[in-house]
């Protein structure tokens, strides 16, 4: 092993020991850190928490003096636990969190100081994040962006900062972060389902969305890790060959979690309590060293903040732990690749999950409806759904094998089949009272107990009903939920909307009753989204043929995939919801389009860099050795020498092939570069990165691989993968 390696492995077990209160209980610590309901009753006037607690149920404004009093409130918690500055904290279209952070401290006459956080500073910022990316909404120098509180997730302190939720908008008024959008979104799916409720109960005033998601990441040392530049700069190896043992035995799956990853996750999961994450399950993932947390589900909004915040908090404790934490959705080629499955339903403020079978027919109906629409909505924007989750990183994993397709469909397991062939052959009109009682009593009627198994769980599905919630599994594990949920609520509001309007004007129209009309609409979207459904194996050759008859899309790289964030039909949905307008739709495409290209041309370069400055001096360190060997054998053994040199001179000749083929696929890798920049349409030039330049990877790594195998493991300059992934 090489000494660079051998230094970085040696780290692996210097560890500091973490200091957490191990006596302490969890739900003690549970939130205290969060400015929640109940600590801004301790710290804010009557009328200040009121007033909060009414922007957070309904919506409402906040008053200026009001924000006073509670900028007041929260800043004496904050301090009181320690906090020194405050920020503004958001999530720009980066996909991280961005924060800057000012300090209470002031100034006052006479050289004494105070610690001042007014109204003012609480509800809105102007950072001078001038360089986050826009798509060409907001000129540097013309419009500004501010950042607004968003009391519906509440201000936390982290270390010593107060950090404050907030949207992040320009003064023009467009959307520049994730999370604008999506709290439109959720209010637009709060509206639609608040009028489709009230079929079937007058009382439903709010339905909120809510979301469960699972983070899965690779655990890796810090010192292994910061010895691979590929790595450190594309957050995934580019190249290594699999090793001997890779996760073919399944004995990491559901595993014990080995000793120090667990030392990492006891301290994470204490920050989490602090912060009010509510985690609650964590384990082993497939592949060696690939671990999975997930908490209970909350509000959409909410619960996108915490995977945010997580994903920092994860990276701040892996430091203390000398781990760095890949959150890439391939960062071995071979293994498992890691996701962000996201769970999903819809719930009343009358505590009912819509997405859940009730225990009577009329609850069931209200549960098919809500079922069937989401079906439908994902049937007639699967292209859409399958852009909310493109990225350059996330192509490796869909479609490859472990991963679910590039192609959506939805898994509803055979029970619901079953319920849902029933619906399709209802009477079209009105329905005999004979019907009905059949319907109520073999159909609608049946669900409940044949829901408790649904052990025929299929994993290859990327959009699956798991009992009383759908499952979006192709999110990928470094994405920001914001996006995919946004467009999630988004159809399924823009469907709900259609629905009520559909089955009131058979109600008006064709004097049908209430339940007549709405098995009618049903059965037609029943027959409508058939093409979407998929119970067989999505990873299988046939289900790309059979997808293709169906006319479901199969976009497997992103440039293709993005096309649907602009189309007519995509800006027209978001338009009318009032989720996003034409500029912010193009803005976030042209963003978005443009992170692709630079992520490929940075892999381009950085695998450049290391098959010419690492790997081919290595070779030819190695075949130097070799042809000194051979030369010493013909010394001793004159023209005899080939008898005893055969295996060195094949080796020497390997060697010059492989370095030959790196270093002219090398050259054409560039070249191809080259070209595409001078492209000044973004769109083809994407389009020029995915198709001219990323297959060279492919072959420059397999030649490196090759490479690999043969030269001395002494001289090898980078870290092996049986090294990253088996060190634990
Ligand atoms: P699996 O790994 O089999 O998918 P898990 O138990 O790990 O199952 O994950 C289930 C996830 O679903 C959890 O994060 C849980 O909080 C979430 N969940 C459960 N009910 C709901 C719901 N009504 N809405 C959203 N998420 C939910
Ligand atoms: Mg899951």
Redesign the pocket.
């Given at each position: 092993m090489s000494t660079l390696r051998f230094h970085a492995l040696k780290e692996a077990y210097n560890h500091k020991p973490i200091t957490v209160e191990e006596n302490q209980r969890r739900s003690e610590i549970f939130g205290a850190n969060v400015f929640n309901e109940s600590t801004m009753r301790q710290y804010l006037t009557k009328e200040a928490f009121e007033s909060v607690m009414d922007a957070i149920k309904n919506g409402s404004k906040i008053d200026r003096t009001v924000a006073d009093h509670v900028s007041t409130g929260m800043k004496e918690w904050a301090i009181s636990k320690g906090a020194t500055h405050y920020t503004h904290w958001f999530q720009p279209l980066t996909g991280a969190t961005a924060e800057k952070h000012d300090a209470f401290f002031e100034p006052i006459d006479s050289g004494r100081a105070i610690e001042k956080f007014g109204g003012g500073q609480l509800v809105q910022q102007e950072p001078d994040a001038s360089s986050f990316p826009n798509g060409g909404i907001r000129n540097t120098f013309e419009a500004r962006g501010y950042t607004a509180w968003d009391p519906t997730s509440p201000a936390f302190v982290f270390g010593t900062t107060l950090c404050i939720p907030t949207v992040f908008v320009a003064y023009t008024g467009e959307a520049l972060d994730y999370k604008t959008p999506l709290l439109r979104a959720l209010q637009a799916v709060d509206s639609a389902a608040v009028a489709v409720c009230k079929y079937f109960d007058k009382n439903v005033k709010k339905v909120n969305a809510?979301?469960?998601?699972?983070q899965e990441y690779f655990l890796i040392d810090s010192g292994l890790a910061m010895s691979r530049p590929d790595i450190m700069l594309t957050g995934r190896t580019l190249l290594g060959h699999s090793p001997a043992k890779g996760q073919q035995l399944d004995d990491h799956y559901f595993g014990t979690i080995p000793n120090r990853a667990m030392a990492y996750m006891r301290d994470l999961e204490t920050e989490c309590m602090l912060l009010g994450i509510p985690v609650?399950?964590r384990h082993n993932e497939v592949a060696p060293n690939q671990f999975?947390l997930?908490?209970?589900?909350d509000e959409a909004n909410l619960a996108v903040d915490h995977n945010s915040l997580l994903m920092d908090v994860m990276d701040k404790v892996a430091e203390r732990h000398n781990f760095k934490v890949l959150f890439h959705e391939k960062p071995f080629a071979g293994v498992n690749g890691s996701g962000k499955?996201n769970?999903?339903?819809l719930?009343t403020d009358t505590g009912i999950?819509l997405?859940?079978p009730g225990k009577t027919p009329m609850s069931n109906l209200q549960f098919l409806t809500f079922f069937i629409n989401t079906i439908k909505a994902v049937y007639d924007n699967e292209e859409l759904l399958r852009a909310a989750i493109a990225s350059a990183s996330n192509d490796h994993r869909l479609g490859a094998n472990e991963a679910p397709p590039a192609i959506i469909s939805v898994f509803i397991g055979a029970q619901l089949t079953h319920t849902l062939n029933g619906l399709e052959n209802v009477t079209d009109g009105k329905l005999s009272p004979q019907e009905k009682t059949d319907l109520k009593l073999n159909v609608v009627g049946k669900i409940p107990d044949v829901l408790l198994d649904n052990t025929d769980?299929n994993r290859t599905s990327p959009f699956a009903f798991?009992g009383?919630?759908f499952?979006f599994r192709a999110v990928g594990s470094k994405a920001n939920c914001a996006n995919p949920m946004t467009v999630l609520n988004a159809i399924v509001a823009k469907q709900l909307i259609d629905f009520k309007t559909e089955v009131d004007l058979l109600i008006e129209k064709k004097d049908m009753k209430k339940d007549d009309a709405i098995f009618n609409v049903l059965r037609e979207y029943i027959k409508m989204s058939k093409p979407i459904l998929f119970e067989g194996n999505g990873y299988s050759e046939a289900w790309e043929k059979e997808a293709k008859k169906r006319g479901l899309s199969n976009n497997k790289a992103t440039p293709q995939a993005l096309k649907a964030k602009i189309s007519k039909k995509t800006l027209q949905l978001f338009e009318d919801l009032g989720v996003m307008n034409k500029i912010e739709s193009e803005a976030r495409y042209e963003i978005e389009i443009e992170e692709y290209v630079l992520r490929i041309q940075i892999e381009g370069r950085v695998l450049g860099d290391i098959a010419r400055n690492h790997i081919v001096p290595t070779a030819v360190k190695y075949q130097n050795i070799l042809i000194t060997n051979v030369k010493g054998l013909k010394d001793i053994y004159g023209s005899d020498f080939k008898k005893y040199a055969k295996e060195q001179l094949n080796l020497i000749e390997q060697i010059s092939s492989h370095i030959e083929s790196i270093n002219s696929t090398v050259t054409k890798m560039t070249e191809a570069r080259r070209i595409s920049n001078t492209i000044e349409d973004s769109e083809r030039k994407a389009e020029a990165y995915c198709n001219e330049v990323k297959p060279f990877f492919e072959a420059i790594r397999y030649h490196c691989d090759k490479l690999e195998l043969l030269v001395d493991d002494e001289l090898w300059p980078l870290t092996k993968y049986r090294e990253l992934l088996f060190t634990k």
């Open positions: 809510s979301l469960g998601w699972e609650k399950t999975e997930a908490p209970i589900y499955h769970n999903w339903s719930s999950n997405l859940s769980r798991t009383n919630k499952e």
